[in-house]
């Protein structure tokens, strides 16, 4: 079974920077576009960033365009997601996962087949 293990996060303070990863079990991530998601206690799971199975195409949330990044290394098989200029809103636990689909099924968390368990970042201000 394909697993997904996010890891990189932590407590940081307001401006600060991180970088998340989410590593497959298996060699199959290159097939497969490729998105971050995060849950505040209490909301719903929102779409942060994604990117499609070559890695050309990305996209963000207007709440983190210009101050997050999202790649990935299929040689590794795993995915990045560089936060810089972190914000207390930012605090969230982010979830990785993959997909069949395309743009702009890929801000849906419903096109994700398969998700990791999560991985909490905290911004203090």
């Known amino acids: 079974q394909v697993q997904l293990v996010e890891s990189g996060g932590g407590v940081v303070q307001t401006g600060d920077s991180l970088r998340l990863s989410c590593a497959a079990s298996e060699h199959f991530l290159s097939s497969y576009a490729m998105g971050w998601f995060r849950q505040a206690p209490g909301k719903e799971r929102d779409f942060v960033a994604a990117?499609?199975?070559?890695?050309?195409?990305?996209y963000y949330a207007d709440s983190v365009k210009g101050r997050f990044i999202i790649s990935r290394d299929n040689a590794k098989n795993t995915v990045y997601l560089q936060m810089n200029s972190l914000k207390p809103d930012d605090t969230a636990v982010y979830y990785c996962a993959a997909s069949r689909s395309e743009w702009p099924q890929l801000s849906g968390a419903g096109y994700y087949a398969y998700w990791g368990q999560g991985t909490q970042v905290t911004v203090s201000s």
């Open positions: 990117i499609g199975w070559i890695g050309s195409n990305t």
